[in-house]
Each structure stands twice: as C-alpha cells, then as structure tokens.
C-alpha cells in the first residue's frame, strides 16, 4: 500500500505547510485567529489545535510518543492555551514525525495495530499502513480547511500542491 520512503515524504511535506499555515496566521490578530468562520472546529486556530492534538494521538499509537492532554475531540480545540504554546508544539511536534519517519522501515508498515478509539468508544484493529495513510489524509484535510479559512481571513498561505515541496 505505501512505503517508508512515502512516509517520509508526508512528512516533509506536512512540515512545510504547518510552517506555511503559521507564517500566515501569525500575521492575524488572536482575535481573528480564534474567530468561528464556519468550519467544524469552528476557527482557524481551533483547526490548528484539533489537527495538533491529532498528530500527536497518532504518533502516540505508532511510536509511544507521549499521549496528549485531553479526553475528548471538543476538547482539541483548545488543546495549547495561547499562539505561542501552539507554534513551539507544532514545531516540535513535526520534529517528532519526521524522526519516526526517518526511522521507519517498510516492514514497520506490515501488520495490524490494535488500539481503544474514544471516537468510536471501543478496541479498534486496522492494518498500519491504512492507519498511517489515515494519518496523513487527516492533516491534509484539515489543512485544507484552515487553507480556505486563512484566504478568506486576507491571509496568503503558501501554494498546497505536493509537487511543489522545497527539497
């Protein structure tokens, strides 16, 4: 289905617009930032917070990495408690999956993994791979969002296509 070298890809990839979505929301106010523009975690920032919080509960399930804060999705939202909490996380936590990636070896995809799901409020079993492919659908979409929210905020995030990525 995918391979390491995919993963480490993604990762890179995710780096680059985390780091694109911050430059341009950094030039918001708190306010604007926090401002329910519709989306389902309602604000850019709550986005921001949930898509966090996400990365590190998968990253916890793949690699042991510590759980984060928080016992249901509602509460992502307000996972970090101001701008910069957000972005030092962020940052590092995009540190933390690119060295799993590095680390990672094509039969670390083969498998099962077995986890309790507080989405779904029981034990869940699934290939790796799907769940690691999850695991980057998941930011993309909600990338995705925040993209369409910072535009319409009159901020310029950069260009998403992968393609793209500085090497």
């Given at each position: 289905m995918i391979t390491a070298d995919f993963t480490r890809t993604m990762a890179r990839y995710a780096a680059w617009q985390n780091a694109s979505q911050i430059a341009a929301a950094d030039g918001l106010t708190d306010a604007a930032r926090w401002q329910d523009r519709g989306a389902f975690f309602g604000s850019i920032?709550?986005?921001?917070?949930?898509?966090?919080?996400?990365?590190?509960?998968?990253?916890?399930?793949?690699?042991?990495?510590p759980k984060p804060a928080g016992k249901t999705i509602a509460d992502t939202v307000r996972a970090t408690p101001d701008w910069p909490s957000f972005t030092a996380a962020r940052r590092d936590h995009d540190a933390r999956i690119a060295d799993w990636a590095a680390a990672l070896t094509d039969a670390d995809l083969a498998g099962d993994l077995t986890w309790y799901s507080g989405?779904?409020?029981?034990?869940?079993?699934?290939?790796?791979?799907?769940?690691?492919?999850?695991?980057?659908?998941?930011?993309?979409?909600?990338?995705?969002?925040?993209?369409?929210?910072?535009?319409?905020?009159?901020?310029?995030?950069?260009?998403?296509?992968?393609?793209?990525?500085?090497?």
């Open positions: 920032f709550g986005t921001l917070n949930h898509l966090l919080w996400g990365d590190q509960v998968w990253l916890h399930r793949f690699a042991g990495t989405a779904v409020q029981r034990e869940v079993t699934k290939p790796k791979a799907l769940l690691v492919t999850h695991f980057f659908n998941h930011q993309t979409h909600h990338r995705g969002q925040i993209h369409a929210m910072l535009t319409a905020a009159g901020a310029a995030p950069d260009d998403t296509d992968l393609f793209l990525i500085p090497e």
